[in-house]
């Protein structure tokens, strides 16, 4: 009997969720973008691919995805077809490297008949051919993972435009406006506070979609924590506006105290240049919650655009150095605050230690003047790469000051949505709760085995939230 002809079908991630466990040892890892599937002439799946954000933290660099499962029922050169597709794919929706791994023993002649190439070797993490533990290096083919493996091949697809260099230690090159998915482009903008700062935003989608939805990162993060979600609302005819903080990423200090006023003041100066009319769907995490919160009551008159309200991670008050009860969270509670105290009493002192970090670190200081060709946010992780240590104890202190004024939101109704994660330490979930309580039309939604990344790690769920 001849081999069935298969076609590339689009796969939605519950799907590819139920197809992986079937056919594969282990479920795909969280962190999916997307997911394609192949398909034999009576449209029945025969295999599915994931892709999703690096496993490894070292290679998720915010231009980098990683194929984390393929697997199929045994049909012919399936898994070839969907490596292929999947760069293209990744390709289409302005990501620079794709990357996978297979366990050393593996030909990976399926890799090769899809032009993808070795490119470095990589010990196992430890425990990885346990059931209990994933392999690091996903296996394909719906393979078990080998035994006791030595080491583990990374592949990349051969037709990359650039040398293959280590993500961690290479300088990415970076465009004005760079490719999205749909022929659309990012629009790369830094625009001028009245202070001085200058905020580095970007703009994707078209100009005259019927919805803005605008992404507001946290404290020592960047703009990158949001770029699994924009393809996803693209594909839902949405334009899309991400961007620094101020003091965060390639935006710029400024001369203005640091504070959530001043956050709320500087979004509202940014949607009237990114989004000056049609309606809103604001989301923010943590800090960026807390500056949702305060832009509502700052500027009333953006209520009537706001068509949702997305809160993630939000706190009832302030932001606290003890986030629970027990013997555990005092002790920790016991570290941060001497930290605390040492980043206002001391901050030259720790900023000669920050300077002598690696550049991975998300502690580094460095010296960074943004410029026109920052086109691609820094890493996730590295938002404070510029940011002193006394303006991160001025603004966690501001953080910590607030008390508790859900009142503005309530002009909003059942247009607020809260989420938080069931295993957020950073702020907990009964925070949430209390904020839920006091809003009374307000959704709330508790995400199981979600942590303070949950954007991250639930990036559909955050999306299908934001278009719902």
């Known amino acids: 009997m001849s081999a069935p002809r298969l076609h590339l079908v ?8 139920a197809f992986v466990p079937a056919w594969h040892r282990h479920p795909p890892p969280a962190g999916q973008v997307f997911a394609v599937g192949a398909a034999d002439e009576e449209g029945t799946l025969r295999a599915v691919a994931t892709v999703g954000q690096p496993v490894a933290r070292h290679l998720d660099d915010g231009q980098t995805l990683e194929v984390t499962r393929t697997c199929n029922d045994g049909a012919h ?9 999947a760069w293209r794919a990744a390709k289409a929706l302005g990501y620079r490297r794709l990357i996978t791994y297979t366990q050393e023993g593996e030909s990976g002649a399926l890799l090769r008949g899809a032009g993808w190439r070795v490119i470095a070797r990589r010990p196992p993490r430890p425990g990885a051919a346990s059931r209990a533990a994933p392999s690091a290096s996903p296996a394909f083919c719906g393979k078990p993972p080998c035994r006791n493996p030595e080491t583990s091949p990374l592949y990349e697809p051969h037709d990359l435009d650039e040398p293959a260099l280590h993500p961690a230690i290479e300088d990415a090159r970076a465009h004005p406006i760079t490719s999205s998915p749909s022929g659309l482009f990012t629009h790369f903008h830094h625009i001028r506070l009245p202070d001085g700062a200058r905020v580095a935003a970007w703009v994707d989608g078209p100009s005259d979609a019927p919805v803005t939805a605008v992404l507001v990162h946290g404290l020592s993060v960047t703009s990158a924590l949001w770029r699994s979600h924009v393809p996803l609302l693209l594909g839902r005819g949405m334009q899309v506006v991400r961007y620094d903080q101020r003091a965060h990423g390639h935006s710029t200090r400024g001369t203005a105290a640091l504070g959530l006023n001043q956050l709320a003041d500087d979004l509202a100066h940014i949607l009237r240049t990114t989004a000056p009319r049609g309606h809103l769907v604001l989301v923010g995490h943590s800090m960026g919650a807390m500056t949702l919160t305060r832009l509502v009551a700052r500027h009333p008159e953006l209520a009537p655009r706001i068509h949702r ?5 939000p706190p009832y008050a302030g932001v606290s150095t003890r986030t629970g009860t027990g013997p555990l969270h005092a002790l920790l509670a016991v570290g941060r605050n001497l930290l605390a ?5 001391a901050p030259q002192v720790l900023d000669t230690a920050r300077r002598r970090l690696p550049s991975t670190s998300r502690w580094a ?12 946010p820094l890493p996730c992780r590295q938002g404070l790469h510029a940011m002193p240590t006394r303006d991160i104890a001025a603004l966690w202190h501001d953080l910590a000051d607030q008390q508790p004024d859900p009142g503005p939101l309530h002009q909003l109704g059942d247009r607020v949505h809260l989420l938080a994660g069931d295993r957020d ?3 907990p979930p009964e925070q949430t709760r209390r904020l839920a309580a006091s809003l009374p039309h307000a959704r709330l939604e508790i995400v199981s085995d979600a942590s303070h990344a949950l954007p991250l790690r639930h990036a559909q769920l955050v999306t299908d939230r934001i278009t719902r």
């Open 10 to 17: 689009p796969v939605r991630s519950r799907d590819a969720k």
């Open 77 to 85: 050169n399936a898994n070839s077809m969907l490596y292929g597709a």
């Open 309 to 313: 309200l997305v809160l993630i991670s």
């Open 341 to 345: 105290s040492a980043c206002s009493r």
């Open 365 to 376: 200081l460095r010296s960074h003047t943004p410029t026109a060709s920052d086109a691609r």
């Open 425 to 427: 330490t950073h702020i």
